[in-house]
């Protein structure tokens, strides 16, 4: 579904990305794991379009995102954003429907929205609400409800769980395996909480020095050379 071939990136004279390769399948569900400042950000912005990159491609259905092709693509990502970044001025509804009320009418738009609204576990009530009567974990809910909103076949998470105590991280975390298992979306989650990594993801990429040091099933990641001192493993005596 989606694939990157020997991305490079660099702002000024720091190398960001020194030729990043991935390739995430139709329905499978990848996090990109690594330390602060290694890129995760800014391989999601690559694969966006929203930076430009030095060098390597990016592509979609294994064709190349040209400008035209982008487009198509846009039109059939969501996304669910760190903090959520919901419009102050418009309330949950609105945010939800945000993407759908460019071209369906607000009434049908509203009922959409409740009923992805639903699905994340927030009832009708919450709908007129505006952004700053949520709590945390809600605001996280409404975001993922939009990321879901207009039933994209791309959904990108970006740290996911961050700011949320263990508990509300993990129904987040349980929301997203779920949304990703029933609608059979592709799904590419840049996280650091491995919690998330363990229920959220399919395969698992480190993300070090600018390159993949290690991209392989979830369930191998305790064996794996490359993730011992990232997650803290000791070799067993």
Known sequence: MIETRGLQKSFGAKRVLDGVSLR??????????????TGKSVLLKCILGL?????????????PLTPT????FMARFGMLFQSAALFDSLSVWQNVAFRLRQRLPDAEARAIAIDKLA??????????????????????????????ADDPAVIFFDEPTTGLDPIRARRINQLIRGIVTETGATAITITHDMGSVRAIGDRVALLQDGRIAWDGPVAAM????????????TEQP
């Open 24 to 37: 995430v399948g139709q329905g499978e569900s990848l996090c990109v794991i690594g330390q602060s400042g």
């Open 222 to 233: 305790a064996e794996a050379e490359p993730l011992r001192g990232f997650l803290g493993l």
């Open 51 to 63: 930076v430009g990159t030095d060098a390597g491609q990016v592509l979609w259905q294994d064709q």
């Open 119 to 148: 699905r994340v576990g927030l009832g009708p009530e919450t709908a007129d609400l505006m952004p700053a009567e949520l709590s945390g974990g809600m605001a996280k809910r409404a975001g993922l409800a939009r990321a879901i």
């Open 69 to 72: 092709r982008r487009r198509a």
